[in-house]
């Protein structure tokens, strides 16, 4: 148990403060959707991009790091995640997902909840990924509650923002929870808004009914930051009708800032999503029907909703997403694949990698702190060995607010105790 957890805190040092660094002779990608920029340099000061580009200057206090040619690029965004929530998901105690038995949903606020020492987010820094956004989920209403954006420095001091959004279920799942139909989910919604509004209006007046009431102070007082727009709502959609459904109830509450989680069938309501300016976190190789509300999932789907003019980031709703939030970059190489098969529609390379950086911030409103080398966002830079699209590219280096991180991870450092095992490493369960 000792080697245990000494094991977990090695990942875990104090919390460093912002640095600077620059970064020369860099294939350097902006993360915007642009080309990459040869022979170029990034300089953080004090944790923040200054600049990114050919010619920068670098200043002279600044220590540098010759990246010798290599891809330099911002660190992933992971579009949809509930890391830090879960270690093991079929053990109540390891699992912070979603709460069964509680009487708040709306309200409930999982950054207090995030684990910096949860395996999953040294694994993921380890292959690029600096930030992520963090969702619970439902059980027993449509809404689950306040996410986070967090980043994966490798300090205690995980949340960059906490209730950054609300997430809600739609659909399918969304009926299951409301009742058992999508005319009870949409009556659902309806009414928790209303009430959210009338808590906003005149909060002293509000009536809290307790337990038994759809919408109790605490689930009003946190919709009402989203019937007012000051956050953005995620909600988990596939079905074209579902979303146009959601449009058209936008229609009532105008200032909603609605962002579409999965969206299977995006591609079919393309043009309506760009026009509402809506943008989608989409999963990205969805091509076979897994419910009734993706028959008519594609592979396309990513590539034509972009086409159509809509913000595209990507993420891994359904897809092991408390762990696996590293496999964004191979579907973005994927997608690049795709761009090439005829017929089928695709994203180039820019475009791709935009999807898990700075698109995929744009979305959920994070698109002026994270996402992209622009001057004045946060210094999270990778370093990569080769194109990070590719699956056998490894990660040379990555930055957190211009602070360099380990790269060591639970796996590793098992590989490094047990490859030659001697009597003196074995844990002492083993010894005589």
């Known amino acids: 148990m000792k080697r245990l957890l000494l094991l ?257 069938e995006g591609w079919l309501v393309a043009r309506e999503l760009a026009a509402a300016k809506i943008p989608v976190i989409a999963s990205a190789l969805n091509d076979l029907p897994e419910a009734f509300e993706s028959i008519a999932a594609t592979q396309s789907n990513v590539g034509r909703m972009k086409s159509a003019g809509v913000v595209v980031g990507i993420g891994t709703i359904g897809d092991n997403e408390a762990r696996q939030a590293r496999l964004e970059k191979q579907y973005a190489g994927n997608l690049v694949a795709l761009h090439h098969v005829p017929g089928a529609s695709g994203l180039s390379w820019d475009q791709a990698f935009a999807a898990i950086t700075g698109d995929a911030a744009e979305a959920v409103g994070m698109g002026g702190d994270i996402g992209t080398l622009r001057p004045g966002r946060r210094g999270d830079v990778v370093i990569w060995d080769g194109d990070p699209l590719e699956l056998g590219t490894a990660v040379v280096s990555v930055y957190v607010d211009g602070v360099k991180q380990s790269l060591a991870t639970r796996q590793s450092e098992l590989l490094k105790r047990y490859r030659q095992p001697g009597e003196a490493a074995l844990p002492k369960a083993y010894e005589r």
Do not use: C
């Open 8 to 264: 977990t805190a090695a990942f875990l040092a104090s919390p460093a403060a912002a640095q600077s660094v620059a970064i020369t002779h860099a294939r350097v990608v902006i993360g915007d959707g642009s080309a990459p920029i040869e022979d170029a340099t990034v300089v953080i000061r004090g944790g923040r991009v200054v600049a990114a580009g050919k010619g920068v200057a670098v200043p002279a206090d600044v220590p540098v790091v010759d990246a010798g040619g290599r891809f330099v690029t911002p660190g992933i965004v992971a579009g949809f995640t509930r890391m830090g929530l879960v270690e093991v998901d079929g053990v109540d105690e390891a699992n912070d997902e979603a709460a069964g038995n509680s009487p708040f949903h709306a309200s409930i606020d999982i950054a207090l909840a995030i684990n910096p020492a949860t395996s999953a987010i040294a694994l993921n820094r380890a292959e690029g990924v600096t930030r992520a956004v963090v969702a619970p989920g439902t059980r027993g209403s449509i809404f689950a509650g306040q996410g986070a954006i967090i980043d994966l420095g490798s300090d205690p001091d995980s949340v960059t923002v906490p209730r950054a959004f609300q997430f809600m279920e739609w659909g399918e799942s969304g009926a299951r929870a409301a009742g058992g139909s999508r005319p009870a989910a949409i009556t659902a919604f309806r009414d928790a808004l209303k009430a959210a509004q009338a808590y906003a209006r005149t909060p002293g007046a509000y009536l809290d009914q307790g337990r038994d009431v759809l919408v109790n102070r605490a689930d009003a007082v946190a919709l009402g930051a989203v019937v007012t727009g000051k956050v953005p709502l995620l909600i988990h959609v596939e079905r074209a009708s579902d979303m146009r459904a959601l449009i058209a109830l936008r229609g009532e509450f105008p200032a909603l800032r609605l962002v579409f989680v999965g969206a299977s």
